[in-house]
C-alpha cells in the first residue's frame, strides 16, 4: 500500500512548465541522483519558461531533506 507521501508525489507538479510529475523526481533522487543537473538529465525538468526557478527550488528541497545538499 502507497503511503500518503507516495500518492501526493504521484498527483503533485514537479515540473510545471515541462508538466513532469513530482513522482519522477522523487524515483531520480532514490536511484541516486544528487543534484539538479543530474535529476534535469534524467526527467527533462528544468528547461521551461520559468527557467527552473519553481522546480530548482523544490528540488534544493528535496536533495536537503535528503541530507543530498
Ligand atoms: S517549473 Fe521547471 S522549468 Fe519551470
Do not use: H, W, Y
Amino acid at each position: 500500500m502507497a503511503t500518503e507521501e507516495e500518492i501526493l508525489a504521484r498527483l503533485k507538479p514537479g515540473c510545471i512548465c515541462k508538466g513532469i510529475k513530482l513522482r519522477l523526481i522523487i524515483q531520480a533522487i532514490e536511484n541516486g541522483a544528487t543534484s539538479f543537473e543530474q535529476i534535469a538529465r534524467i526527467t527533462d525538468i528544468g528547461s521551461g519558461s520559468c527557467g527552473s526557478k519553481r522546480c530548482g527550488r523544490k528540488v534544493a528541497e528535496l536533495l536537503k531533506e535528503r541530507g543530498d545538499v
